[in-house]
């Protein structure tokens, strides 16, 4: 099992680019029932990827911590995971 959780950003605004904290992640889309398959994303040694069901641009900010977005409220919450905790 990972010893650390895979940060989940969501695109409801349609945004064309959000900048995040971290390299390795998963996009979701929009928030459901409007999501897509939810998808691992690694940019690896780049500094940015497009995730290839919504097309939303993700560029790495050192700067920002791992569930901060610019722009702000992109990042996703599971409703039920959260309601567990």
């Known amino acids: 099992m990972s010893d650390h959780i895979i940060p989940h950003f969501q695109n409801d605004a349609g945004h064309n680019a959000i900048s995040i904290g971290v390299k390795e992640f998963m996009c979701v889309g929009a928030n459901p029932p409007f999501d897509h ?8 040694d780049e500094e940015e990827v497009v995730c290839p069901y919504c097309s939303t641009l993700y560029r790495h900010d050192a700067s920002l911590g791992a569930e901060q977005t610019v722009p702000a409220g992109c990042t996703y919450s599971d409703p039920v995971v959260a309601a567990a905790e």
């Open 37 to 44: 398959p939810h998808v691992f994303l690694d940019m690896g």
